[in-house]
Every structure is written in C-alpha cells, then in structure tokens.
C-alpha cells in the first residue's frame, strides 16, 4: 500500500501518556534517530510467521527447513533492497555497531582507515587497532570531498585503505556526497563503508549506484523490532579474514590433531560471520521493513518526510534563542533529524519539559557524537558518560543539545504539537 500523504501505522500509536500538568495525551515518539517505532506491518508479518518458526540451518524438521527457507529469502530481499551486486554479501549481525565491527576485524594487515571527526561513535571507534587518520570536519560537500582526497594522496605507504562515512548524520540529518566520497576513494586506491543506520530509513541506499563497498544499517532505526543488523558488500576482504565469532555454522570442518589441539576449515560467504544460531525473527523483521518501505514508495515518504522537516525548521526559526545545528548550512539536504539549542536553557531540562509537559519524546545529549556536537556547539572537551553530557556551568556555552527526529510513521500533529511547545 502506498503512504498517500499520512503517515504509515507504526506500534506504540495510540499510546495515551500522562502530563505534569494533569490528564493524558497520545504519545509523540521524535526520536526515531534513536530507534523508530517499528511498522504494524512488520510486526503483523512476524506475528504471522512465529508460529512456525524453527532452527535455521540446523534441522531436517518441515519447520525447520520453513524457517531456513524464508531465513535465505531474508538475504535476498536485503540485497534487493540495497541494489548488491551478484558478487555481494549480505551479512547479518546485530546491529550497525556490529557491523562495523566486523569490517574492522576484517581490515587486511596494514590497512590505513579515514574517518572524519564527524562520525557516530559506531563508525568512529571501531578501527581504534588500525591506522586511522581521523579528518576535520568540513563545512561543505566539496571540502568533505577535497578534504579526504588531500589525506588518500598523502598516505604513505601506499597499502590497503578504507574510508568510513555516514549517509546521514545523526545528530544534523545532513546527507553526506557519499558518491562523490566514493569517486574520490576508488580514485585513490582506497575502499569506503557508508553507514546508513540514518539514511536507509530516510532514503533509498543503492549500494551499486553509489558505488560503496560495503553498507552498514540496523533494523530498529529502519522500522522493525531490535536485535538485528545488516553489513552488505564486497566479499574478498571478508573472506580472508578470520570469522568474526568462532563457533558452529561459521565452521565447514573441524578435526581433533595428533597433538591434542583442533583443525577448523572456515566456511566461505555471508555464514564464515554467521557463527551460532541465528536471530531469525530480527532477520525475518528486517526484511519485512524492506519489503514495507518499497512497496510504500521511497518517493511518498520523502516528499512527506519533507514537509514535516520543513514545518520543524521553520517552526525553529521562529522561537528566539534557537539555534539549529549544522555542518552544511540552511540549504544542504536532510532528512528528518535536527539537533538545536535554546539560549538560557540546559538541553536536558529542555527535553524533560518537553516530555512532563508535552507528552513528546525526543533525546538531549551528545548523540554517540562527542567529536561533532562538541564542534558544532563550539564547546570546550570534558569528560563524559559514554552518550551523555554533563551541566554547563554557569555563562559557559551548552555542553549538550536536543534532537527531535522522525520518519514515515510520524502524524502532522505531532510535529505541530512540537513547534507550538517550542514556542
Ligand atoms: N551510525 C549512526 C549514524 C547512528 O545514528 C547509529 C545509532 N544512533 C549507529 C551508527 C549505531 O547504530 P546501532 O546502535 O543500531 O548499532
């Protein structure tokens, strides 16, 4: 079914919340940066599946091979939905930080790995073991582009490297010139991951168009349930390495030696990093998102996405004191994340009035994006919880912003409900 111009039927919709100030309002979930509400499609897909569910891979059984069957399937559906080439893997992990993970443990020896400095922690730390050059953050498309061209040329030697970069950001929404990112890594000798955790639920990622090697995302930002990720792309780097988790299904072989100890022959493909039974029905959900979402059409749910990241921005540029962040400026594309502050106001307290008050739900903090938010926000470094920020001191600059983010099953009320608090 197409979208048309509402929104599509998420959980958790007709969730009534109380209020400081007395009585009860439906709740306004905008925080989808953070997990979206997963679509009552998905959930009636899995609900239709559960009862039959069985071992994957492990059981001569009928539901066992069922299972196995729409297991496999899932793969499939996945690479539809990304555009893989014939010779991709698609992997599935946990999450985006699981797959990013992974990649790291898969570097070839003397990989060097290029990260701007404005990476979600996930795409920023995993490649703490390698060489990594971490890049300023750029303040235009172009400069992101000759920024990293300028450190590819400069590396010496002239080995393996990667480039990891985010579609989306999620703590400004701003798309990145992951294309032209791409074009400037192939150019140099270089490969690059794009972590799409905020972009394929926005926008369609097709992996071959844009010309990336690997893609990175996770199913709860993507509209099903927790638990399960995806790390698609190129298989030779994968394959060479060791599994990501030692154990049964990643094995082919395994044979007791003379000497006591134990030869293992890894399997090949996506089950090399599958090892131990997986999370069928975060799978099975995954690719019940990506079916959902292509048959609602990409293009309604921007157009509409749209709207709503217009009404929020220009409802913000009303309220003195805002101030919107950004790496890009007013007219770089987005999608449904913004990150603000308010002139005399703690972040924190902000987003618990907004929730006491105004039964909406959105995330103050750092966003796993220390690095950029400290930029953007022009704050000096402090120590912190691992997402969180603590108080400004008193005439010191906020330490920490609010994000209010949304998708395809966000109502108009709720963003209207959002500016009028605001305001
Ligand atoms: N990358 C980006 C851009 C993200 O926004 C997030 C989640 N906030 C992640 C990676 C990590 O995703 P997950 O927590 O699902 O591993």
Do not use: M
Request: aromatic share 8%.
């Amino acid at each position: 079914p197409s979208c048309g111009d509402g929104p599509l039927p998420v959980l958790g919709r007709d969730v009534s919340v109380p209020l400081v100030t007395g009585g009860e309002v439906t709740y306004a979930a905008l925080d989808y940066a953070a997990s979206a509400p997963a679509l009552q499609r998905v959930w009636d897909d899995v609900a239709a599946y559960a009862p039959y569910y069985g071992s994957v891979h492990r059981g001569a059984g009928y539901l066992s091979q069922l299972s196995t069957d729409l297991f496999e399937n899932s793969r499939t559906t996945v690479a539809d939905f990304l555009g893989c080439r014939p010779s991709d893997e698609v992997v599935f992990t946990r999450s985006t930080t699981d797959s990013l993970n992974l990649l790291a443990g898969a570097l070839p020896a003397e990989c060097g790995v290029f990260v701007f400095e404005t990476e979600h922690h996930a795409s920023l730390l995993p490649w703490r073991h390698a060489d990594v050059t971490v890049l300023d953050a750029p303040r235009t498309h172009a400069e992101a582009v000759e920024t990293l061209e300028r450190a590819l040329a400069a590396r010496t030697p002239h080995g393996p490297a990667l480039v990891c970069v985010t579609g989306a950001s999620n703590v400004t929404g701003e798309l990145w010139p992951v294309r032209e990112l791409a074009a400037a890594a192939h150019a140099h000798g270089a490969r690059i991951v794009l972590d799409a955790a905020q972009l394929a639920p926005h926008h369609p990622v097709d992996i071959a168009e844009l010309d990336v090697d690997w893609v990175a995302f996770s199913g709860h930002k993507l509209y099903a349930p927790f638990g399960s990720g995806v790390l698609a792309g190129r298989s030779d780097w994968l394959q060479t390495a060791d599994p990501y988790l030692a154990g049964g299904g990643a094995s082919r072989a395994v044979t007791r030696r003379e000497d006591g100890g134990v030869d293992v022959e890894w399997h090949t493909g996506a089950a090399r990093h599958e090892a131990g039974s997986p999370n069928v029905i975060g799978v099975y959900s995954i690719a019940a998102a990506c079916k959902a979402l292509t048959e609602a059409g990409f293009d309604s749910l921007v157009t509409r996405e749209q709207r709503l990241v217009d009404a929020v921005r220009a409802g913000l540029a009303e309220v003195p004191g805002v101030r919107v962040l950004s790496l890009f400026g007013d007219d770089a594309p987005r999608v449904g994340v913004i990150s603000f502050v308010v002139d005399g106001w703690n972040s924190s307290h902000f987003a618990a009035a907004l929730s006491a008050e105004y039964g909406i739900g959105v995330r103050d903090g750092l966003f796993c994006a220390h690095p950029l938010v400290r930029t953007l926000l022009g704050a000096e470094p402090r120590e912190t919880g691992e997402c969180g920020a603590p108080e400004a001191a008193p005439g010191e600059k906020s330490l920490n912003a609010i994000r209010v983010s949304f998708g395809a099953g966000t109502p108009d009320e709720h963003v209207e409900r959002f500016v009028r608090a605001v305001g």
